[in-house]
């Protein structure tokens, strides 16, 4: 890959906590991916949108609301809408151990809870991507 990687984090539904994500899209800006923020409160169609109109790599979803069950199909529909089936959509935020088989299977490809490494997310995007880190990512 010749450009950064390009990362979309969305905070959808109504949960107005956002601490997480902009920590998570400063980490990953850290790293020397672009990353778009899109804001709180967004609905999957604006998410889907987003991403089709930034040329994303990468989806990323902050769910501290608990509605994780609900509204990952509904991202994921979305953005299949758009015809961004291929797009991997990852997970952030309050989501309990027995929910990750069933959301891997509505097509989240990595979730990550409170305390993960913000380097363990980098190092996952970018095999989600297949890219190996240069020495200015590090």
Do not use: C
């Not at 998570?24 to 020397?32: E, S, V, Y």
């Not at 899109?38 to 990323?60: C, F, K, N, S, W």
């Not at 609900?70 to 797009?87: F, H, K, S, T, W």
Request: charged residues 25%.
């Amino acid at each position: 890959m010749t450009r950064p990687i390009r990362v979309l984090i969305a905070k959808p539904g109504l949960d107005g906590h956002d601490r997480g994500a902009k920590i998570i899209a400063r980490a990953l800006r850290d790293a020397g991916m672009e990353v778009i923020y899109t804001g709180l409160r967004q609905t999957p169609e604006m998410i889907a949108e987003a991403a089709l109109q930034e040329d994303v790599d990468v989806v990323g979803l902050s769910i501290l609301s608990g509605a994780h069950m609900a509204l990952v199909p509904r991202v994921r529909e979305a953005l299949a809408a758009q015809g961004l089936d291929n797009v991997p959509l990852i997970l952030g935020g309050i989501i309990p151990e027995a929910d990750h088989a069933p959301l891997r299977e509505l097509g989240a490809a990595g979730i990550f809870g409170p305390g993960a490494r913000t380097e363990e997310i980098a190092a996952f995007i970018r095999q989600l991507v297949n890219v190996k880190p240069t020495l200015e990512d590090v």
